[in-house]
């Protein structure tokens, strides 16, 4: 069974329809990837998972748990977390405070939150090494690793990450993905929007390929990377 599910779902900005009836599972320890050209409806996808969007039908379930009406922090209490696009980090805020914010389900349980930047500061060092810098005048590489921590901070099943890669140099990009496979080693079910469709193809047991709000091929990623028309898009091969 599905940990987490689409079940044609529509979305639409005023008259506009981004998302066109997708359905989409991530089974339970999975990394699933959503790729696609820009304005295909893979961000609009994670946006309504999380509840900062509502669909216009459809349902999205979480477990036995419908999510399609739910509040964007009752989302968040129940077990998904979601990392935006652009990192959205509050620079004048310390990396601490910034981690501090992100267990703000546990803001009575002091013990919970201090276990939790530990965690994260196993994951990402150069954090800890950073905790009392504000955040703005991190590197674009310690923002993106700020803001995964940060969303690991509320301790989630699913963790929903749009295009973590954007902007980073390649060495960098190698380091994050290299955590997000830890992360999901330790237990944390993924999925991941990623414009990078070579690296997301390799850390993802599976993954969907919208096109204009649907979509327009699934499979083992295996199996999608051998797909002439996956390498003649997205992986530059002709």
């Given at each position: ?97 910034n981690l501090n914010l ?29 905790r009392k810098q504000l ?104």
């Open positions: 069974m599905s940990l987490l599910e689409l079940d044609n779902v529509h979305i639409a900005y005023g008259n506009i329809e981004a998302v066109k009836g997708i359905n989409v599972s991530v089974h339970d320890g999975e990394i699933v990837t959503l790729l696609g050209a820009n304005g295909a409806g893979k961000t609009t996808t994670l946006r309504a998972i999380s509840g900062l969007l509502r669909p216009q039908s459809g349902i999205i379930r979480f477990g036995e748990r419908e999510l399609q009406t739910m509040p964007a922090h009752r989302i968040v209490e129940l077990g998904i977390s979601h990392v935006p696009e652009g990192r959205r980090v509050f620079g004048t805020l310390t990396v601490e405070e992100g267990a703000y389900k546990y803001r009575n349980d002091s013990d919970r939150v201090r276990t939790g930047r530990e965690r994260v500061y196993q994951l990402f060092p150069r954090l800890e090494e950073r955040a703005g005048t991190l590197s674009g590489g310690e923002q993106q690793m700020l803001a995964i921590g940060r969303g690991l901070m509320a301790d989630p099943r699913v963790l929903l990450l749009d295009e973590p890669s954007l902007g980073l140099a390649p060495k960098l990009v190698q380091e994050i993905f290299r955590t997000i496979s830890e992360i999901n080693k330790q237990g944390v079910t993924i999925l991941l929007v990623e414009q990078n469709a070579r690296i997301a193809l390799r850390v993802a047991k599976r993954a969907y390929v919208l096109e204009t709000g649907k979509v327009a091929l699934s499979g083992e990623s295996g199996e999608l990377r051998q797909d002439p028309r996956v390498q003649q898009a997205y992986l530059g091969i002709k």
